[in-house]
């Protein structure tokens, strides 16, 4: 059995390859196997592995799996004691892997752990899918060490500690194989989009720790498949992050909190209508909210399992606080000012 196996998932991203591939290789050969997994492109992606990165071992899909079920297609073909999902637009640093591997085989309770992601675009700043490390509000909002909403903070070393978190970013996520898969890996139903954050919550609620390691460094591009402001990503958003709640939120937490969303995902609605003058993701968040009624039923089943097997009745890093509140009535917009 190998020890870390980096699992990069590919889409048509031969430009991506080409630009950020060279690096991973550089500053991993020593410490992992490299592999792409491809999800059936349809540009040059595959010659280009072949021709100028004959080292990288490929997995070949024949149809576009999407994120979520692309990986588990992969992980399942590798035998590995730890798994690196990683990006086809990060950038990685020299002594990356170090840190990481070093942390996990130091705290058998670990399940996963992140490095800290910063911008390729501004090397000074926060990359948003990221940051250093993720948490929760009361209501499933998610934000980071570094980010806040699109507030994304400059990076001057204020964050530059281990700190336990509620989940690490899927692009750029060591996890143990062994726990991955006993817990069934990422919701392939959620095809992209918060599926990450999904799997932490459900590997914290079975008593596991997440970690974000900030002496670990990489650079991500972000939007490399779909721009912050596209009509598919709200709805994925907006309907994997309902589905989230409703199959990790305590009995006593679900129906109070899923009440108050149903208010705020309509008033985001008509915020991104009124003020963004943005028709399509307004749509979206309609369609998101009715796609999540429709196939709510479909998790009932995991629910239960969920809260039959939970080892931790409150994950003290989904934060009580609103989110909202602090940020646009209180005026926090860096992690550091919060509650």
């Not at 591939?21 to 050969?29: D, F, G, I, K």
């Not at 991104?272 to 089943?301: C, H, I, P, S, T």
């Amino acid at each position: 059995m190998q020890t870390l196996a980096i699992v990069i998932l590919n889409w048509n991203g031969a430009k991506m390859l080409r630009q950020y591939l060279p690096s991973v290789l550089r500053y991993s050969r020593d410490e992992a196997t490299v592999y792409v997994a491809d999800n059936a492109s349809s540009d040059d992606s595959i010659e280009l592995l072949r021709e100028q990165f004959p080292e990288v071992r490929l997995i070949l899909f024949d149809k576009n799996w999407g994120f979520a079920e692309g990986y588990n297609k992969a992980l399942a073909q590798i035998d590995a004691e730890y798994y690196l999902l990683l990006n086809s637009d990060i950038e990685v640093t020299h002594h990356w892997l170090t840190p990481l591997l070093e942390f996990m085989a130091a705290h058998e309770d670990v399940a996963a752990c992140q490095p800290k992601l910063l911008s390729i675009a501004d090397r000074d700043r926060f990359e948003y899918a990221g940051a250093c490390g993720g948490f929760l509000d009361r209501f499933g909002y998610p934000f980071c060490r570094g980010r806040i909403f699109e507030t994304v903070e400059r990076d001057d070393g204020q964050y530059d500690y281990p700190c336990e978190v509620l989940w690490a970013t899927g692009a750029a996520l060591m996890v143990r194989a062994s726990i991955y898969n006993n817990v069934g890996g990422l919701d392939a139903r959620f095809f992209a989009h918060n599926e990450e954050i999904d799997l932490c919550w459900r590997l914290r609620l079975l008593g596991y720790r997440i970690f974000c390691l900030p002496e670990s460094v990489v650079y991500h591009l972000g939007g490399g498949t779909l721009p912050k402001s596209n009509p598919m990503k709200t709805f994925l958003n907006f309907r994997n992050n309902l589905t989230m709640l409703y199959k990790c939120l305590s009995d006593s937490e679900l129906k109070p909190v899923m009440r108050r969303r149903w208010w705020l995902d309509y008033l985001a609605a008509w915020e991104m209508l009124l003020l963004k003058r943005n028709v399509g993701d307004f749509r979206a968040v309609y369609r998101a909210r009715r796609a999540f009624k429709q196939w709510r039923k479909e998790f009932a089943a995991d629910r239960r399992r969920i809260q039959q097997s939970r080892k931790v009745e409150t994950v003290a890093e989904q934060r009580p606080f609103s989110l909202l509140w602090q940020y646009y009535v209180k005026g926090r917009k860096v992690f550091s000012s919060l509650p």
